[in-house]
């Protein structure tokens, strides 16, 4: 074991490893340290180590750099799988109530039989077409 196992701060998450959670393709147990177990490849020298963590920028909290050579491998966030994920629909609903209903949603309603007024934004269409096409296959 390399000193640098013991290295990880703050419960860093390793990105990969969340969106394979998120596809239900690992179990839980596997993400109690995500970033030594699945540590990808370095693009630029091919050695697969331990990474250094150093400070992300901009949106990313951390930063992933090869042990070996320093070049850049991923980033990392700071949250775990499952708040990166309910933060991620948070500001992904949030975005789309600041939308205008597309016209392919308009024409998707019409075409579900919708009767009501024509949706405020994206989100509003988005959760009608749901319930239309749920209610379909009921
Ligand atoms: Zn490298």
């Known amino acids: 074991m390399a000193e640098n196992d013991k290295a990880p701060l703050l419960g860093l998450h390793h990105a990969a490893v969340d969106a394979a959670v998120i596809k ?13 177990r699945t540590a990808p490849p370095c693009p630029k020298c091919g050695v697969i180590a331990t990474p250094q963590i150093a400070p992300g920028n901009g949106p990313h909290a951390f930063r992933a750099n090869c042990a070996h050579c320093g070049s850049f491998v991923q980033w990392l966030s700071k949250y775990p799988p499952a708040e990166r994920e309910a933060r991620r629909q948070h500001y992904r609903q949030q975005a789309l109530a600041q939308k205008p209903a597309s016209p ?18 994206m989100a509003e269409a988005s959760e009608r077409i749901g319930n239309l096409k749920r209610g379909r296959v009921a």
């Open 104 to 121: 392919r949603q308009l024409a998707c309603l019409q075409a579900l039989g919708d009767a009501g007024p024509p949706p405020e934004n």
């Open 24 to 36: 239900g393709t690992l179990t839980n147990s596997t993400t109690q340290q995500p970033h030594l």
